[in-house]
């Protein structure tokens, strides 16, 4: 293989999700364990300047040929400090932690993602000085404007062809992403005007969370060579659905055989119904973590297929639990569709399983399961019935995470969630100090 490449990328995600990486002369992974090195200064929320200095360790199952660069390969990495202790605010680690503890405990988990977006022909992003204002504009493929063949907002669902002009996306992503080592399981056009769904194949959390990584970098590839943008803020516009990634969650024996949350209580085990009695529990401090960002809580409104009440129920798309119908006992699983696509995956992926786990551990009683149309109901009837929101923004959200992080641990420390509150506020703050362009719109003639 040595033969054919030249270059080999190693990559790596940092605390808040984003992807990075380094590029390397091909020879140099077989020459050394760490062959590239880092500064981790310069990753916010990583080191400080004076300890700076972390090592990347290349995990050899993950390296593939780029398949838009013919001489290059991909390896995903695990970072090291100098000494040759697995770094701590490594969010790799943490998926790799939350596959031990939870098979310690008895579980073997297999996790499966849906991730949705947005492809644009064009996404301008303007800002002429902090001082003086900022804007976005956004150009589809599909409105009345841009094709004689148009979608409209929340009717888009499984659109075809000709209406859904971003099918040959959705072929060269599952082309390149299956290149790479994943499968694209079912892709179809979403709810929105320019929004695509694709549902990964399910796997431990740590299989799920390169998964996820490197389907988003495939998107934006994929996208970028076909002239569109692949966005994955979830809510980018007003009045049409957002984007969210649904975690599908089974627990399984350490054999792989009996799937643990199939049983006699509506077809749930005693196990699942813990385990959604936990999710349910700890969802707003889960929120932090799962929709990490100020354009989460655009989405995060009823109406929009977004889960807004904490409550669970079977085939119910208003509720932040949700039981879908299967055909056979062990493809029954629980799905989560509060995360959405801007969080990093390995921390999404980990806080899930451990909110769940609590519940386990706690036995703690989900509730009968909601049957009707969650978004209608009143204020008064959501405070009758004791259902709890999910928090209205990310500072609300952070401050959640602070007091409820107990059941994250053993798997999160507290170093890396006090780190991870400290980045996140940061951003919460850039936000709500700037003026809103709708606010110009509400109180100019104030």
């Known amino acids: 293989m040595s033969g054919r490449f030249k270059i080999a990328q190693l990559q790596y995600v940092d605390l808040a999700g984003f992807l990075r990486g380094v590029e390397i002369p091909y020879e140099s992974l077989e020459n050394s364990r760490f062959p590239a090195a880092l500064d981790g ?6 080191a400080k300047i004076e300890r700076s200095d972390l090592l990347l360790e290349p995990v050899f199952e993950t390296l593939k040929p780029i398949p838009w660069q013919p001489e290059a390969v991909r390896v995903l990495s695990r970072i090291y400090e100098p ?6 605010r490594d969010p790799r680690l943490l998926a790799e932690r939350v596959k031990s503890y939870m098979e310690a405990q008895g579980f073997k988990p297999l996790v499966g993602v849906e991730v949705e977006f947005f492809l644009y022909r064009a996404l301008k992003v303007r800002v002429s000085s902090p001082q003086r204002g900022l804007g976005y504009s956004i150009k589809t493929l599909e409105g009345p404007e841009d094709s004689s063949y148009f979608t409209q907002p929340k009717r888009a669902y499984h659109a075809v062809e000709p209406a859904d002009p971003l099918i040959d996306f959705r072929v060269e992503f599952s082309k390149a992403l299956e290149a790479l080592g994943y499968k694209n399981l079912i892709s179809h056009h979403e709810v929105a ?23 988003k970098w495939v998107a934006r590839n994929v996208a970028r060579r076909m002239g569109l943008a692949a966005l994955f803020m979830p809510k980018p516009v007003y009045g049409d659905n957002g984007s969210g990634m649904h975690i599908h969650v089974s627990l399984w024996d350490l054999e792989g055989k009996v799937n643990m ?23 707003r401090s889960l929120a932090a973590i799962v929709a990490p960002t100020t354009n989460s809580y655009r989405r995060l ?41 801007t969080a990093n995956p390995y921390l999404a992926l980990a806080a899930t399983l451990m909110a769940g786990l609590d519940g386990i551990k706690r036995k ?8 009707g149309n969650a978004y209608k109901l009143s204020r008064e009837e959501l405070r009758r019935l004791g259902i709890k929101t999910l928090p209205s923004s990310l500072t609300e959200a952070l401050e959640e995470l602070g007091s409820d992080r107990e059941y994250l641990k053993p798997v999160f420390t507290d170093d890396l969630i006090d780190t991870y509150i400290e980045v996140k506020r940061v951003e919460a703050e850039e936000v709500n100090m700037r003026p809103h362009p709708y606010e110009f719109y509400m109180y100019a003639n104030l």
Do not use: M
């Not at 049983?263 to 969802?283: K, M, N, P, Q, V």
């Open 41 to 46: 200064s310069s990753v916010y929320g990583f």
């Open 301 to 341: 409104v009823p109406g929009y297929e977004a889960p807004v009440y904490c409550i669970w129920g079977y085939y119910n798309r208003s509720s932040i639990v949700r039981i879908p119908a299967t055909s056979n006992s062990g493809k029954l699983r629980i799905e989560f569709r509060a995360p959405d696509p």
């Open 83 to 88: 000494g040759g202790s697995r770094y701590g």
């Open 261 to 283: 949350i199939a049983g006699d209580y509506g077809g749930l085990s005693e196990t699942a119904r813990y385990f959604i009695g936990g999710l349910i529990e700890h969802a």
């Open 193 to 215: 005007v320019s929004q695509v769904e694709v549902s990964l194949a399910s796997g431990d959390p740590v299989y799920a969370g390169d998964e996820v990584v490197t389907a």
């Open 364 to 371: 703690l009683d989900p509730g009968d399961p909601y049957e």
